[in-house]
């Protein structure tokens, strides 16, 4: 039984990942669907989350391995299409919009991993535990500085402009 992703990533690439990361998922105590109507929240985080495990690549494509959905390879410059990859599409380029002097090295390809016990569907902000936790570990290679609500605000970019939720 697979425990981690850096076990996942280590088993499918038979390398160490560049970088780990853990976000976990959240639940409202108060004030569901109504964050992103500029009402009042009371959210509290939960020790379930996601977990990524990442490393940059040189062959032009995102290779995915995970538990929750097929394992999936795509162009690092497809178009989205619905996919899981989406997601990963997402965070490379809201990251690189707004560190568009770093070293890029993510968009010549990425191998990642994906754990998670935190259940997809469930409102426990799965999504966005993903989304953070692909952040986290780009910011990691990336060597940038960034704080939990530019992160934050960051995902918000990958859910508008790559998933097409407007949370």
């Not at 088993?11 to 009402?39: C, E, M, V, W």
């Not at 993903?130 to 960034?146: F, V, Y």
């Amino acid at each position: 039984m697979i425990n981690s992703s850096k076990e996942l990533f280590e088993q499918k690439f038979n390398q160490s990942p560049t970088a780990t990361s853990f976000a976990s998922g959240r639940i409202n105590l108060i004030g569901d669907h109504t964050d992103y109507n500029y009402g009042l929240v009371m959210p509290t985080p939960l020790s379930l989350g996601i977990e990524v495990s990442i490393t940059p690549s040189n062959t032009l494509l995102i290779e995915g391995e995970t538990e929750l959905f097929k394992e999936s390879v795509r162009s690092i410059n497809a178009p989205v299409d619905g996919s899981w990859l989406d997601f990963v599409t997402g965070a490379i380029n809201v990251f690189y919009e707004e560190f568009p002097n770093s070293s890029k090295i993510l968009k010549k390809g990425i191998k990642l991993a994906i754990t998670s016990n935190l259940p997809a569907n469930a409102g426990l902000s799965s999504s966005a535990s993903l989304e953070i936790s692909l952040l986290r570990a780009i910011n990691k290679i990336e060597n940038q500085d960034l704080d939990n609500c530019k992160l934050a605000k960051l995902a918000q970019k990958i859910e508008h402009n790559f998933i097409g939720t407007m949370c």
